[in-house]
């Protein structure tokens, strides 16, 4: 009998401690360890369940109802604290993770044009004002066209001007400059007269250095007509160096050889690098080439289908980023596809 009152104690004791045990709770692992230890199956108020059994009829019933009452009462505490834990985790959340909306955005970096192709486009923009068309011709190009019709036969010493990327296509090269471009637009246009440029990238399969790539742009000139002399070559790449430049630029002509013009001249800017002191970039003359050019050869022009007892014409080719290296004093050409942002980002 006695043994049967005190579970009725036991049980009070059971709701009490637990009672006590949820007030601490404080978050969700909490919780999950209150709920196994105070209504897991192996919980007191559990294990009371399991010892009806060997209690007095008289007393069963109302033992338990009492160990119900306790499980309930658990329970709807349980259902309660668990509300207000969630309650204040969220709130806590809001306070720490609170949006401020003041703070200042960031700016999505801008992106902007390559060194390289500022000075390329800077240079068709000048030559286009000058009265020269654009014309585009492949980086993939034939022996044939990129030394043959432009005068350098196969064996010929001249070859060894233009060190060359073969591929393993026979007669198929990168080209090795835009001139055999002359050929094709010669070609395509014969016999109306011809004011082109064609600008795009040549591969030279070289030893590099403070001023030569192996990979590189290159802008050619060709003008085909009647009476084009040498002064209009020489007339127009001053008046190139000067917008480019300004009025006081220094541009030299000097004689050259080039199988595919006569006379050939390479035109020299004083080097902007070191103020004409002398540096790697202009190998310590104080000039930099900046450009091959020439009158266009007889072979030449016939090859193009144009009778040289009657047309005449000049080309250049102009090395675009030997004129940003001057424009923009840069003291390496390899910067240019080093690929370093903290170069790139200064223009
Ligand atoms: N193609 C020559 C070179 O790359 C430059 C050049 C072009 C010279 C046109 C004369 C006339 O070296």
New binding site residues.
Partial sequence: MGEDENILEELDDIQKNGLEALASVQDEAGLQAWRTAHLGRSAPVMLAFTRLGQISKEMRPMVGQKANQVKLALEAALKTRAEAVKTASLRQKLDTERLDVTLPGRRPTMGRLHPAAQALSEIIHIFEEMGFQEYRSPEVETDELNFELLNIPAYHPARD??DTFHTTVPGTILR????PGQIRAMREMCPKPIRVILPGM?YRYEQTNASHEMQFN?V?LLAVGKNITLGDLKGTIEGFAQRMFGEAVRVRMRPSY?P??EP?ADIVMECFVCGSKGCPVCKYSGWLEI????MLHPVVLRNGGYDPAVYSGF???LGPERIALLKYQVDDIRNFWQNDIRFLEQF
């Fill in positions: 001007m233009w090795t400059h835009t001139s040549v290159q050619e080039f595919f013009t050939s450009a091959g050019c020439g080309a250049a080719g």
